[in-house]
């Protein structure tokens, strides 16, 4: 269901403006996102949002295996790393290392910050395309939601991931709160919800 939506937001892009992604794991939907920029011939940047740093973390290890849970994000930090530098040589993503509450407080401050692969970013302005993935608490993804609403264009879309009606997620609530704001529309529920910023 992502890959049509991501299909139709990139496809309708109003603008140059740069796609943010929040939560970007091993880099997935960071190279399927760049896959339809570069087959609709966009020159968007993706900026992504991820501090790798996962529910029960701590100085034990994960679940009833072997692994620590700091090797275990390091695997996930290098692997996003190695899959978009080798999937997305193209347009390699600039990514932050923060919670996405820091990555916005980043954006709103206009920051000149260096990313994951060392180079320098001045992070701020109008978005197009948000793909929120991150935190799926209702508080943390409204939070991710209100924050995206600032700076998201008139004609941007924001994608939910795991915000179908039948998850388990508490994100799904947010998505009735979205349905009625007259500033948003309803694109499509594929089965998640992929959002239009009209007003």
Do not use: Q
């Not at 960071?30 to 087959?39: A, D, E, Q, S």
């Not at 009833?64 to 993503?93: L, Q, T």
């Amino acid at each position: 269901g992502n890959l049509h939506c991501i299909d139709y937001a990139v496809r309708n892009l109003v603008s140059n403006n740069p796609v943010i992604e929040i939560g970007s794991f091993c880099g997935l939907s960071t190279n399927i996102i760049n896959y339809y920029l570069k087959k609709y011939n966009k020159k968007n940047k993706i900026i992504t949002s991820d501090k790798w740093e996962f529910e029960g973390k701590g100085d034990g290890t994960l679940g009833n295996s072997v692994i620590s849970h700091k090797n275990y994000r390091e695997f996930v930090k290098d692997s996003f790393k190695r899959n978009v530098s080798f999937f997305s040589s193209f347009n390699i993503p600039y990514t932050i290392e923060v919670f996405s509450d820091d990555f916005f407080e980043l954006w709103n401050k206009g920051a000149k910050t260096m990313e994951g692969f060392s180079r320098n970013i001045d992070l701020g302005g109008p978005i197009s395309f948000a793909f929120i993935d991150g935190n799926h608490s209702f508080d943390f993804a409204k939070r991710d939601f209100e924050n995206t609403d600032k700076y998201l264009e008139k004609g941007g879309l924001i994608l939910f991931d795991d915000s179908s009606d039948d998850t388990t997620f508490e994100c799904k609530d947010l998505m009735k709160e979205i349905v009625r704001n007259p500033k948003y529309e309803l694109i499509m529920k594929n089965p998640n919800y992929l959002f239009k910023k009209v007003g």
